[in-house]
């Protein structure tokens, strides 16, 4: 005779089995649920399967049904994520430069798992595999999990940050690459994970890709007050921060042709303020980090956008423009 205990267990890996093996397209005979149970050392008999079921159910634990003559067939359908979703978190992935051709492997082995073990199969062998540009940094899930505890426990770390000459070699500059740092957000953009840290020295935030990060070591000593400020203001900083490049934020205001309008919004939210100037031209002010990346930016208009103020970046922008010509 089943004890609760036993009962309970049992009704376990049913539910298991059903969420596992289940779902709309390929649901489970009342034969087949018996031997599988019984594979995995579980009494089931086809008597009792059906008031299980209900039991189940009645538990919340949703359990479909379908009949087929005087079949029964039973599956799962309620599950943490939708095919569509996964298939959405895989491609991300895919398509990331952060994780190596590996990790890339086995994040999506663990995903497609999600969805069950028959739709696993269809999604990953519907798989269109990109051809994006992987990281090398192994460790940069060690990375990832130390600095994820620094900032939680408030922490400065030391950090060997590296670069990559001609060749694809690691390059370490000052120091030997050892940087100590104190570290307040860690910021996706434009497909590049970034650490970012705050300089008490210079009063200002500096950025570290990750993937160029080779190890982390956690100090006991505290990050500064004026860190977590800025740590409370970061995604205002990453906001204004272009492309995550060097150079002083400013307000700058563009002129630009209607045809360019989505490309303001895009790169700049839906919020930003566009003002008409007449004769088919406008112009919106935006908070940017002034860099060569920016200029580089306005150039691919082709004279359909251009700075207009403040003077100096005006200049700045010219003398770009001037030595582009020269080369």
């Not at 579980?42 to 005087?70: F, H, M």
Request: glycine share 4%; proline share 2%.
């Amino acid at each position: 005779m089943e004890t609760e205990k036993s009962t309970k267990f049992k009704f376990l890996k049913l539910y298991e089995m059903l969420k596992s093996e289940t779902d709309e397209e390929n649901p489970m005979s009342t034969n087949e649920i018996c031997k599988r149970m019984s594979e995995m050392g579980v009494s089931c008999n086809r008597r009792t399967l059906p008031q299980e079921i209900r039991a189940l159910n009645e538990e919340g634990y949703e359990v479909c049904v379908r009949d087929k003559g005087r079949a029964h067939f039973y599956y799962v359908v309620d599950r943490t994520f939708s095919v569509a979703e996964l298939r959405l978190l895989i491609d991300a992935i895919q398509a990331s430069h952060l994780m190596t051709e590996k990790k890339t492997r086995e994040l999506i082995e663990k995903i497609a798992v999600l969805a069950g073990s028959k739709q696993a199969e269809v999604i990953k062998n519907s798989i269109v595999h990109f051809n994006s540009t992987k990281c090398s940094n192994e460790r940069i899930y060690y990375v990832i999990d130390a600095l994820e505890r620094a900032l939680r426990q408030k922490k400065k770390v030391i950090i060997r940050y590296f670069h990559l000459n001609e060749y694809r070699e690691k390059v370490y500059r000052s120091e030997n690459g050892i940087h100590t740092v104190e570290p307040i957000a860690l910021v996706y953009n434009n497909d590049k994970y970034y650490l970012t840290c705050y300089n008490p020295q210079a009063d200002r935030n500096y950025n570290y890709r990750l993937d160029r990060i080779e190890n982390v070591e956690i100090l006991d000593e505290k990050i500064s007050k004026n860190a977590i400020v800025r740590s409370r203001s970061v995604s205002k900083y990453t906001a204004q921060v272009f492309k995550m490049y060097g150079g002083e934020i400013e307000k700058v205001t563009l002129q630009f042709d209607s045809q360019k309008i989505d490309y303001i919004y895009e790169k700049f939210g839906n919020d930003v303020n566009i003002v008409s100037c007449g004769n088919d031209k406008f112009s919106a002010s935006v908070d940017v980090q002034l860099s060569p990346t920016f200029y580089g930016w306005i150039f691919q208009f082709a004279g359909k956008m251009k700075i207009i103020a403040p003077e100096t970046a005006v200049k700045v922008y010219q003398e770009h423009f001037e030595k582009a010509m020269q080369a």
